[in-house]
């Protein structure tokens, strides 16, 4: 709920920025925008996983995958000077591994050393309203927002105890952006955002190759894949 | 322009195409192979880090990460690399624990190592602890002799550890049995565990048919976990005999029926039936005369002057001159002739079967019936002993019981009158120290002096002979003694019973009738059916020779299966060394 919040009060700020800037420069009529950066989970997911000693190991792991590359891109049609529809797609990535972590299997007899990796992909496409406007004597310097709602997809790529895990699933997400685009030729530029991403997974598939099965997670086992994050990116207009 | 957007697209759909590859899940096909390691890992509790190296042949520069592991334990690292030579190597450090004395090692657990190109290997990690044993084995030398069928030795562990004993070496002509367990074999190489303060017994059972004759000696060895005493061993020896009598054995026809020794002449005088016949031998030129008898013998004696053999037989009395064994007299009695004795006096004394005495005299044969009249001084019997020096006659009834005795006085040549009579009896021989002044009993080996005139109404005891140490004095039968005056040593010879397994002869001092030392006596090959087998022997005579250096024994089988006559004489060198 609070993530929601704050994208609508970010979106709103962006339409008052380019509602009150001083337009020099034709604003484009298409805006293509292809991003990549960084990005961090706001998922707070402790070592959670029952008997593992080696918590500081599975901390790392934690952290590791909450660290995230991210890509993105959208088309914007700007077709009210300012405000525009169009579609967006993110994909972003977070990986971890950590070896010879400790794991007690219950047994009062043994300890076992496993190797955890993890690999979590996820593909957003939503349509997405967007803003843009520039600001500055040359209109250079645009200052850009966008709300997107879609969907997204995740597929978490696992390897634990010898066993390889393929975790898929999907689920509507939304994304908000507000960014600043310098166009140093008329059809391009670059951009630098900051944006945050909100999507849980409540229900995924799970598969080891040969045996598939479907499972409604409870809430507190939800994949969390919001994030925030800050790209940096092309730009090309048409004018 | 155009190139720019085509580029970036490209690298939009390159960046996604790690996120549609699933081929990391082909991993999960693959099952790699799974070995137990063909031993276990023996750990104790160590405060520092030990290393353990297995040796895998075949491998060497794999790569292990270890998978799984005992909590007990602590690994300096958890991956490493085997070296050149297929040794892994891998540092370990073992918690405390509570260490109890056990048979079954304690399970801690299995080591699961992760090889690359090989796969998975488990190792079970044990502690053991039997404790510290107190190893112990008795007899350590153990003699089969020539017919032992077994012979046992003990195992013992008085200690509160258990006792690992493995079977390392051992005679091949020997099996080993424990004894309380039914059809059971030790074999090599076989390890067997004894309880803390215990004890087991082992039969050692012995293989003479797969040897040569002679002396065959081995030893087993036992290898044991106790620190003290590591080995344990047993040294055997078997004799495996020949199946032929020696030569001190001389086979002898027939049934011997009465044997006397000259000690003047150290000759052996023996008579026989079946085939009738007078034999002497003399050990010192190891020589044997013999001379047919025309009529079956009874009975045997010399002269008083050892110049003759008075030969009692069925119907006539005879002498030999004992050094050609020519027969000197012959006398018809009409009547078989039970005993007979030198009289010195002229006449021959003899008995019947109806324990009459009769005399006969040497120059007339005129015979006379001395029992004939019946009154206070009838004397009757059938065993006769002249006394020496003295008209006296002490006369026994072999089979009566008790024998009784009579003192007769002879000194009337054509009288014999009995002058006393004690309710007692010594067997069915009499048998005297040389100078006849003692007499021995072979019912209960007593020693009595022997009766005269003079003797009251007891018979005075002098001692006993215990052939050996019983509880049950009863069992003291002997068949025959001889004393030798010049070694003044008495040796006895044991009437064995089957079952009582005495085949001894034993030799005691003539002054306190001490044993001095005890001959088993050997056994005797006889063949029955056509197969050969070596017997038990019962000595019914012995003597020795004048010097004492010799033992001359009449013997038979004896045996509980076999009634037969296997008689022979054998002589022993009993001089001491």
Redesign the interface.
């Known amino acids: 709920m609070n993530q929601k919040f704050w994208c609508t009060v970010l979106l709103w700020t962006t339409i008052v920025v380019v509602a009150t800037a001083q337009v020099a420069m034709r604003t484009p009529t298409l805006r293509f925008s292809a991003s990549g950066g960084v990005g961090f989970l706001f998922a707070d997911t402790g070592s959670d996983l029952d008997g593992v000693l080696t918590t500081a190991k599975t901390d790392q792991l934690y952290q590791s995958l909450r660290r995230a590359r991210h890509l993105s891109g959208d088309i914007h049609y700007l077709f009210k000077d300012q405000y525009g529809i169009g579609i967006k797609y993110i994909f972003h990535h977070t990986s971890g591994e950590e070896n010879e972590v400790l794991v007690d299997p219950g047994d009062n007899l043994h300890f076992i050393v496993i190797d955890l990796r993890e690999s979590d992909y996820l593909n957003f496409t939503g349509l997405s309203f967007g803003g843009y406007s520039a600001v500055g004597k040359q209109k250079r310097i645009g200052l850009t927002s966008s709300l997107s709602a879609g969907y997204a997809f995740l597929r978490s790529e696992l390897s634990m105890i010898g066993q390889q895990l393929l975790i898929t699933g999907g689920n509507f997400a939304m994304n908000a952006e507000i960014g600043a685009d310098y166009r140093f030729h008329p059809n391009l530029g670059i951009g630098i955002t900051l944006g945050t991403f909100s999507g849980y997974f409540r229900k995924v598939k799970i598969t080891d190759g040969t045996q598939t099965q479907e499972q409604k997670l409870d809430k507190d086992e939800q994949y969390n894949a919001s994030n925030i994050h800050l790209t940096l990116g092309l730009r090309y207009y048409i004018n | 322009?155009k190139q720019?957007?085509i580029t970036?697209l490209l690298l939009?759909l390159l960046?996604?195409l790690?996120?549609?590859d699933?081929s990391?899940?082909?991993?999960?096909?693959k099952h790699p192979e799974s070995y137990l390691l063909d031993g276990v890992l023996y750990v104790n509790p160590t405060s520092q880090f030990t290393g353990v190296t297995l040796t895998l042949s075949g491998l060497h520069g794999n790569r292990y990460?270890?998978?799984?592991?005992?909590?007990i334990l602590h690994f300096a690292s958890?991956?490493g690399e085997i070296d050149g030579g297929g040794n892994l190597t891998f540092d370990i450090r073992v918690d405390p624990f509570e260490s109890t004395v056990n048979l079954e090692p304690l399970q801690?657990?299995?080591i699961i190592l992760?090889i690359s190109d090989f796969g998975m290997l488990s190792i079970p990690v044990v502690h053991y602890n039997p404790g510290i044993p107190a190893a112990a084995i008795t007899p350590q030398q153990i003699d089969l002799d020539s017919v032992s069928i077994e012979k046992v030795f003990n195992i013992s562990n008085w200690a509160a550890g258990y006792l690992f004993y493995r079977l390392t070496a051992k005679p091949e002509w020997i099996r080993l049995q424990e004894q309380s367990v039914y059809e059971d074999s030790f074999e090599l190489d076989s390890t067997r565990v004894l309880f803390p303060h215990s004890q087991t017994n082992y039969l050692i059972i012995p293989d003479r048919e797969q040897l040569v004759p002679g002396v065959h000696e081995g030893e087993i060895i036992l290898e044991t976990n106790d620190p003290e005493k590591p080995l344990l061993k047993v040294t055997i020896k078997v004799v495996v005999r020949t199946f032929k009598n020696p030569d001190t054995m001389i086979p002898l026809e027939g049934m011997v029926i009465d044997a006397e020794f000259d000690k003047q002449s150290n000759t052996a005088l023996l008579i026989t039936r079946n085939p009738a016949r007078l034999i002497a031998y003399q050990p010192d030129r190891n020589e044997k005369r013999e001379i047919i008898l025309e009529r079956n013998p009874y009975s045997m004696q010399l002269s008083a002057d050892h110049q003759l053999v008075l030969v009692g037989m069925n119907d006539r009395i005879e002498s030999f001159r004992l050094s050609t064994l020519q027969r000197q007299e012959s006398f018809v009695t009409g009547f078989i002739v039970t005993d007979v004795s030198d009289g010195e006096n002229g006449r021959y004394y003899l008995s019947d079967t109806n324990r009459e005495l009769f005399s006969v005299n040497r120059e007339t044969s005129e015979l006379t019936n001395h029992s004939a009249t019946p009154g206070e001084n009838r004397a009757e019997g059938d065993v006769l002993l002249k006394m020496k020096g003295k008209p006296m006659l002490l006369l026994s009834r072999k089979e009566n019981s008790a024998n009784g005795i009579y003192l007769v006085d002879i000194s009337h040549p054509d009288g014999a009158k009995a002058v006393k009579y004690w309710y007692s009896g010594y067997g069915t021989w009499y048998w005297t120290t040389e100078d006849q002044r003692l007499l021995f009993s072979t019912h209960d080996g007593k020693v009595y002096h022997t009766p005269n005139e003079t003797t009251g109404e007891q018979i005075r005891e002098s001692g006993k002979f215990i052939p050996f140490d019983s509880e049950i004095e009863n069992f003291y039968y002997f068949s025959s003694f001889d004393h030798n005056a010049e070694r003044k040593t008495i040796w006895g010879a044991y009437r064995s019973i089957h079952w009582m397994d005495r085949n001894i002869v034993t030799e005691f001092d003539d002054q306190y009738y001490n044993r001095l030392r005890t001959i088993t006596l050997n056994d005797y090959v006889f063949s029955v059916g056509g197969k050969a087998d070596y017997y038990k022997t019962m000595a019914h005579y012995l003597f020795t020779t004048r010097s004492g250096e010799r033992l001359l024994l009449v013997k038979n089988v004896d045996s509980n299966d076999l009634t037969t006559d296997a008689w022979h004489l054998e002589t022993v060198n009993i001089t001491k060394e």
């Open positions: 322009m720019v957007k970036l939009s960046s996604l790690p996120a549609c699933d990391f899940l082909e991993e999960n096909r990460k270890v998978m799984q592991y005992p909590r958890l991956h801690l657990g299995t992760d």
